[in-house]
């Protein structure tokens, strides 16, 4: 995915943007003010991506979804696959 991701002919800077804006909607929906959603990109660390539980795997999820249809066309194959694999990540329960 990361290999793709680096092949567009797209700038660091819009990437940033609708990764920016797709965390702080998440964390908007689920009351996020610590550290349970994390979504960053930068060129030195290319995607990193962190959900504390199912609750907040399920609010980034919803944000692609909400955000995806405003995504320029080059980056929406991108996200589309990004929220299929994440809405596949399971947490042990206890």
């Known amino acids: 995915m990361l290999l793709t991701l680096r092949k567009l002919p ?4 819009i990437l940033s943007y609708w990764i920016r804006s797709i965390e702080t909607t998440a964390k908007n929906m689920c009351d996020d003010n610590k550290e349970n959603i994390i979504f960053e990109y930068t060129p030195e660390n290319p995607l990193k991506y962190y959900v504390k539980d199912s609750k907040s795997r399920d609010c980034l ?5 909400i955000h995806l249809p405003l995504i320029p066309e ?4 991108f996200f589309y696959v990004f929220k299929y694999n994440l809405k596949n990540v399971k947490f042990d329960s206890q």
């Open 61 to 65: 999820v919803r944000s692609v979804e």
């Open 74 to 77: 080059l980056l929406q194959g």
């Open 10 to 13: 797209i700038s660091v800077d």
